[in-house]
């Protein structure tokens, strides 16, 4: 059922190929505007749970997952991340469907402070000056963004806290990220049933079935959630959770640019100064971390 604490390293390929994969989420979204975004919350749930059983049964590991479905703890603690990671998706989904970009995107540039906060307040990890000066340029940078943009400060808000709370709640969940999302899956299933059986009653009906390109991107909606969700998991027991926050910079970025060029979003220059104060953080940050690295 539970896997031993894993070493402080390896985890950076991990987190990079997440945070790619969900930095190019709007373009996903963005075929899948006419799906409600709670119809589509539950199909990516409904989704989900078939993915990862099949991986669990395919890599053998159906009597560990039977043993993390009867620990109350455990089961209580990925009951708890399976509801900070679905509120996260519906937020995500509806302010991508009405055109909010940038507030998405303010909302992952908020998370990796509140993941150092967390990293150091709870979890007794250590900064050096420079790291902490990198944070303070960062809350500089997106204290402007969010002082030029007010309306976006609930949306990025609620995203920021329910992604960083779910990350930290994984971290005090001994089992393996297969494992721990197949659960939040199952978890989930009774809901996303719900929310699909709602909609199959109401008079607009289903989405499924009106235009092939969506039903394809409903039903593969499963896989583009697993695959991150397991690689940030993994990488969450692999590296200092408040490295892995900095490393959280590379997504929001994706959709800021997307925002920019793709979405067309007007772009003030408060949102520039705070981009540029951002990357010099993360810059910063990073250097400190390759430096006590001996590199």
């Not at 059922?1 to 990079?16: C, I, L, Y």
């Not at 969010?146 to 806290?161: C, F, K, R, T, Y």
């Not at 060029?261 to 010099?280: M, S």
Request: proline residues 4%; glycine residues 10%.
């Amino acid at each position: 059922m539970t896997t031993p604490e894993p070493e402080r390293t390896g985890g950076m390929p991990f987190a990079v190929g997440a945070y790619l994969i969900w930095g190019l989420l709007p373009l996903y979204l963005l075929y899948l505007k006419r799906v409600p975004a709670l119809e589509f919350v539950g199909w990516r749930m409904a989704s989900t749970v078939f993915v990862c059983l099949a991986v669990v049964l395919a890599t053998r590991q159906g009597k560990e997952l039977l043993r993390t479905l009867g620990n109350p703890r455990l089961l209580g603690l990925l009951t708890l991340s399976a509801v900070l990671i679905g509120g996260n998706w519906l937020i995500y989904a509806i302010a991508i469907q009405e055109g909010h970009v940038y507030a998405a995107s303010l909302g992952y540039y908020i998370s990796p402070l509140f993941n150092v906060l967390a990293g150091t307040l709870l979890l007794g990890e250590r900064l050096a000056w420079r790291q902490w000066t990198a944070v303070a340029i960062a809350a500089g940078g997106v204290s402007l963004l969010a002082w030029g943009a007010l309306e976006m400060l609930g949306v990025a808000l609620a995203l920021a806290v329910s992604f960083g709370s779910y990350g930290l709640v994984r971290r005090f969940a001994p089992v393996n990220a297969l494992l721990g999302l197949t659960t939040e899956s199952l978890v989930m299933t009774l809901p996303a049933l719900g929310i699909l059986g709602w909609y199959a009653a109401s008079p607009a009906g289903i989405s499924l079935g009106g235009d092939t390109t969506v039903d394809m991107l409903l039903i593969v909606s499963g896989v583009v959630t697993a695959a991150p969700l397991i690689l940030y998991a993994t990488a969450a027991r692999r590296m200092d959770f408040s490295a892995l926050g900095f490393v959280q910079y590379l997504a929001p970025t994706i959709v800021f640019l997307l925002g920019i060029f793709v979405f067309h979003e007007p772009l003030r220059q408060i949102q520039l100064a705070c981009f540029a104060a951002i990357w010099t953080a993360v810059a910063l940050f990073s250097w400190e971390l390759w430096r006590q690295r001996g590199g």
